[in-house]
């Protein structure tokens, strides 16, 4: 397992993920269409780790390009991080998310299969257990899809065990992230949404540097210690290092499995702006406005089979989380824009 190809690697979670292979001694090779990111990410990534990535700038849905890149590398493993993830516009323009993020990976899978090669590792979501009927959730809870970008999660997944109950040699881990936060410690990368965020972290940063005037705060009659929603928010850190834990997971041959990745800790929206409060020295205003429909009261991870069988658990905690959000959001209030 030395040469890894990482689609979406210019984006928050996989630019992370990219820091922690090449600190491991993996090369690491990026295919992003930079739909929803930016080369300069790479380039911070590049100086943080002084290793070289190989980028290009290619859709995964572009067979030609993809099988270029294939041709060009011999690659042990895909980590697959190319997608669309904003649910509201999901909802909005179906068939854009069942184009990019379903059949976006049917040609990955396609191209991975005429080069031989059966491991994967695949961001999913904790949005594939919709409502969950009670927390902590575990791998084995009833799986639905509550809107578009669930449902590409969803199809996503079961492409995935129709593929490995076809043929004994694909291998994939489907990491079902929680709520990941936070940036990495150097402050030199992190989450830069290009619109209005959409969730809750990026949100109170923005409105930390006076970006956004005030917080919306989602419920606030919720059956919760505060009235206001629970998730489980993991370090970005922690999730890219769970993807090391995954590759190694794949060289015993696993077949296709899923894991939770949480810290199994719920924390409130307020408890969330309170600690931001804390870490930054701002004041956050917010005000209590109605619930957003589609949102479940509580919800959190039980992430005991990633530790027993992935050797994973997360490591840093909300003051972690809230601190490396404002290092980030401090040091560049326009994200990656000014450079
Ligand atoms: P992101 O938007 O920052 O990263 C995704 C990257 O994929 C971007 O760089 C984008 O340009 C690229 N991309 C999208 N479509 C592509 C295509 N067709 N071809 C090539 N590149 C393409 O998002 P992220 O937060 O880093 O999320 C990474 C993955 O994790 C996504 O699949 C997302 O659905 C999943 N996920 C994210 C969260 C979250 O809250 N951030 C939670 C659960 C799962
Ligand atoms: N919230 C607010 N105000 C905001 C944004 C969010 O109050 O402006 C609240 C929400 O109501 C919720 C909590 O903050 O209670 C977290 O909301 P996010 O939008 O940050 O995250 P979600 O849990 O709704 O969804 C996220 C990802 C999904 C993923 C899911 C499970 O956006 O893609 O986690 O992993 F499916």
Known sequence: MNKILVTGG???IGSHTCIELL????????????SNSNTEALTRVKSITGKDIAFYQVDIRDRDKMNAVFSEHAFSAVIHFAG???VGES??????????????????????????????????????????ASVPITESFPLSAVNPYGRSKLFIEDMLRDVGASDPRWNAILLRYFNPAGAHC???????PKDIPNNLMPYITQVAVK???????????????????????IHVVDLA?????ALEKLQSKPGVVPYNLGTGIGYSVLDMVKAFEKASGCEIPYSLVDRRPGDAAICYADASL?????NWQAELGIEDMTRDSWRWQSGNPNGYEDT
């Open 10 to 12: 210019a984006g928050y």
């Open 23 to 34: 600190e491991a001694g993996y090369e690491v090779v990026v295919v992003d269409n930079l």
């Open 84 to 86: 669309l993830k904003a």
């Open 91 to 132: 909802v909005a323009q179906p068939l854009k998310y069942y184009d990019n993020n379903i059949y976006g990976t049917q040609v990955l899978l396609e191209i991975m299969q005429q080069h031989d090669l059966y491991h994967l590792v695949f961001s999913s979501s904790a949005t594939v257990y919709g409502e969950p």
């Open 186 to 192: 150097s402050g030199l990368i992190g989450e830069d």
């Open 211 to 233: 970006k956004l005037a005030s917080l919306s705060v989602f419920g606030s009659d919720y059956a919760t210690h505060d009235g206001t929603g629970v998730r489980d928010y």
């Open 241 to 245: 290092k769970g993807h090391l834990c």
């Open 306 to 310: 990633a530790k027993a069988e992935l």
